[in-house]
């Protein structure tokens, strides 16, 4: 089946500093690539669609400033978190759809965030 | 998008049970898929059913589909401790719109 590797699997930062997510679909091009963001118990919450070549759409209520997005190729996606804060702290995860079978999604492991 | 929403919210059964999570959804779909999760990692694709499909098995797994009243229903037959993870539904209308989630159901298979 078709991976998505995504990188940092856990990050502890101090408050104040930035942090890169990277997330790569390893044996297919994906245009499209979503980010999530998960608390404890509860469902994953769409921040983004990330897209090749151009900008990302936040979902309403996310800072686009605050979470850059850049898919600068049909492999790669990256999230990174700026200046970040305790609240920030949360579970991430990427998800990409691949170009030539774009019915089904498939998810990195998630990368747990502690702002400290 | 549109979002599915699970239930029940949480199912705690033995090991060899069946468990039986629901789905419902709002607007006219392409494809139907469920993911399952495991605590603290990513989602994991379990299977796919079409708007023109009924029923799907795969494995344990078996999904049906009613489009006339917007459900789904997947069963876990034989229900093992592995089993022990939240699923979600994830209605679909196709291409690259994007998806999202309910809370799901936790399942707990208890040894």
């Known amino acids: 089946g078709a991976v998505v590797s995504q990188h940092p699997s856990w990050v502890i930062c101090k408050s104040g500093t930035s942090v890169k997510i990277e997330c790569r679909s390893l044996?297919?091009?994906?245009?499209?690539m979503f980010w999530y963001r998960q608390f404890p118990k509860q469902s994953l919450m769409l921040m983004a669609t990330?897209?090749?070549?151009?900008?990302?759409?936040?979902e309403q209520g996310v800072e686009k400033d605050k979470f850059l997005i850049n898919h600068a190729s049909l492999t790669l996606s990256t999230l990174t978190v700026t200046s970040a804060h305790p609240e920030d702290s949360s579970f991430y995860i990427c998800?990409?759809?691949?170009?030539?079978?774009?019915?089904?999604?498939?998810f990195g492991s998630g990368t747990q965030l502690s702002v400290l | 998008s549109q979002q599915g929403e699970e239930d029940p919210q949480a199912l705690s059964i033995q090991e060899g049970e069946n468990a039986t999570m629901n789905c419902s959804y709002k607007?006219?779909?392409?494809?139907l898929q469920w993911y399952r999760q495991n605590s603290g990692r990513g989602l994991v694709h379990l299977i796919l059913?079409?708007?023109?499909?009924r029923e799907k098995h795969s494995g344990r797994l078996r999904v049906t589909l009613d489009t006339s009243k917007k459900s789904s229903s997947l069963l876990i037959t034989a229900s093992r401790a592995a089993d022990t993870a939240s699923y979600f539904c994830?209605?679909?209308?196709?291409?690259?719109?994007?998806?999202?989630f309910g809370i799901g159901t936790k399942l707990q298979v208890i040894p």
């Open positions: 059913i079409r708007s023109n499909e």
């Open positions: 998800s990409a759809i691949p170009m030539l079978a774009n019915e089904k999604l498939f």
């Open positions: 607007t006219s779909i392409n494809n």
């Open positions: 994830a209605p679909h209308s196709g291409g690259y719109q994007k998806v999202t």
């Open positions: 044996d297919f091009q994906a245009t499209t």
């Open positions: 990330s897209n090749e070549g151009s900008k990302a759409t936040y």
